[in-house]
């Protein structure tokens, strides 16, 4: 029996449980007080390391302002233009008619009698009911995901690449975003130091890497594209990267972001054998990330598989270990909300795939309607088909006018003195270079931020245009980028870029 004296007050413990109590407690006065478990500093000190550019403080002042101008606050602008994330019908896209029905049917299997929806949308949600557990969206899948949705994604890929791919192969996700945090997990030591894992990164990147990086504290190698040649990959570069990083940590992965993010770049075939061969040096685990495949413009460009290319070098190349990643977020469909997705593994050892499957398992599956907004993205409407004048129709329109909107994009900006913008390849986004006075620069440092950041909330005070500044996405030391996606309607962009061309000539003039 334990005696705690107080002032006025005799505490008895008779267990340790009532010590641990205590020891999570604080004397306030006379009177004991419970203590928070989780504070800042009690807290998992890797998640605090956690930063995601896109969602950010300027995001979030740019929710303020449109809050703001509901209130009625007078400003030089009457909305807001959300050019930081790549949502596509939060900024006007709208659904596939396909797509949407055969959703509603899988969730609502009664509409199947009616006559509206087409038979095609029909079968195409009876088969996957068909394959679900009480023929119920509401049911679990098998952890990797509904049997029939991985056999259509294999027959996708297959047909893609004129290579047989193996369902078994196939692990739906929530989104890209969930596959590559589950591949990467798979890639982590859990050592301290030099052999801490060391994961190879684009610098222009995706914020999610680092985010997921320094959650599971691991240790990114940035390795930078070539602005000056349209963000090309050069394996000199890689080698830099790879051989530096050898000092401090032990590089086990490179990724790649193919069509690019931020940059909007697309890889030439003979970028991606450099890869796969560089990969094979330094006996690295390739990570490709392919949610922007239905999306290329550039007449000069096309889209080539890491699994394709990989498979036609032959051995030993064809028996590297690689993951690929696909979602429903992207392409023409923009379904960013469903978070659908899959990862296709090669050449993984069947004991790790084992591993992954169990770990996955512990989450149970993904959201089923996202895996069936999947089905539906590998398996569209054929010709003959009923839908399939209207999707072609509407995947055509969709396409057509991000290409549009690139070239748009990409010519303002060019023409807009100090501000630089390689061609919009591909993807959704144009990461152009501006030239901040020095005076600029200054001003930022004062206030405790990156020169872009500043530039990008000055933006936002003045015009209501919420981009990202390239500091949130990594860049070379001493220059100045931002992100902005190409995702606003035609009409609304080109009043974003003559906006934006007003602002950049008037704060060259007050800082210079």
């Given amino acids: 029996m334990l005696r705690l004296r107080t002032a006025k007050k005799v505490f008895e413990f008779s267990s340790c449980r009532h010590l641990k109590e205590i020891c999570r407690s604080e004397v306030v006065g006379k009177e004991f007080r419970r203590t928070k478990v989780l504070t800042v500093d009690t807290m998992n000190p890797h998640v605090k390391n956690i930063e995601y550019a896109v969602r950010g403080p300027i995001v979030i002042r740019a ?5 703001e101008l509901k209130q009625g606050v ?35 299997p009664k509409l199947m009698k009616d006559p509206s929806f087409p038979d095609d949308a029909k079968q195409r949600a009876d088969r996957i009911l068909g394959s679900c557990g009480g023929r119920s969206l509401g049911s679990y899948s098998d952890s990797a995901g509904v049997p029939i ?7 996708y890929i297959t047909q893609r690449d004129g290579i047989q791919a193996d369902p078994m192969n196939i692990f739906l996700s929530g989104g890209a975003s969930e596959a590559i945090r589950n591949i990467m997990k798979l890639l982590m030591t859990t050592l301290p130091g030099k052999d801490r894992a060391g994961v190879m990164i684009p610098i222009p990147q995706y914020p999610l890497y680092t985010a997921t990086i320094a959650e599971f504290n691991a240790q990114p190698i940035g390795y930078y594209l070539n602005e000056a040649d349209k963000w090309s990959l050069s394996v000199e570069e890689l080698r830099r990267a790879v051989t530096e990083a050898k000092g401090y940590c032990k590089p086990r992965a490179i990724c790649i972001i193919n069509p690019g993010n931020p940059t909007g770049q697309v890889l030439t075939r003979q970028n991606i054998e450099d890869v796969i061969k560089f990969a094979k040096e330094e006996n690295l685990f390739i990570m490709a990330d392919e949610v922007y495949q239905h999306n290329v413009y550039a007449e000069d460009s096309k889209f080539h598989s890491f699994k394709k290319v990989l498979t036609e070098l032959g051995p030993p190349y064809s028996e590297m270990e690689l993951a690929s990643f696909m979602s429903t977020s992207k392409g023409y469909m923009g379904e960013c909300g469903f978070r659908g997705g899959y990862v296709e ?25 996202g895996q069936a907004a999947m089905d539906v993205v590998v398996n569209p409407p054929r010709p003959g088909e ?42 959704m986004y144009a990461f152009p270079n501006i030239d901040i006075p020095k005076k600029a620069v200054e001003e930022a440092k ?7 950041a500043f530039y990008c909330y000055s933006l936002l005070e003045e015009t209501g245009i919420c981009v990202v500044p390239g500091s949130g996405f990594g860049q070379k030391e001493g220059t100045w980028h931002f992100r902005t996606t190409i995702l606003p309607p035609v009409e609304k962009i080109a009043d974003m870029l003559n906006r934006f061309g007003d602002f950049h000539v008037k704060f060259l003039n007050k800082y210079s």
Avoid: W
């Fill in 386 to 427: 009923p839908s399939y004048a209207l999707f072609k129709e509407q995947k055509d329109t969709v396409l057509g006018q991000l290409s549009e909107k690139g070239r748009m994009t990409t010519e303002m900006f060019n023409s807009i003195p100090g501000i630089f913008c390689n061609p919009v390849q591909g993807a």
């Fill in 74 to 108: 007078k400003k030089n602008f009457t909305e807001v233009i959300r050019a930081n994330i790549g949502d596509c019908h939060a900024t006007g896209q709208k659904p596939l008619t396909f797509l949407r029905q055969v959703i509603a049917m899988c969730v609502y």
């Fill in 446 to 452: 004062a206030k405790g931020l990156a020169a872009d």
């Fill in 345 to 369: 593994v090669i050449n993984m050892d069947p004991t790790v795939k084992a591993m992954l499957t169990k770990a996955i398992s512990a989450k149970l599956c993904s959201a089923v309607t």
């Fill in 149 to 155: 949705i991985r056999e259509d994604v294999a027959a």
């Fill in 63 to 67: 929710g303020e302002i449109e809050k």
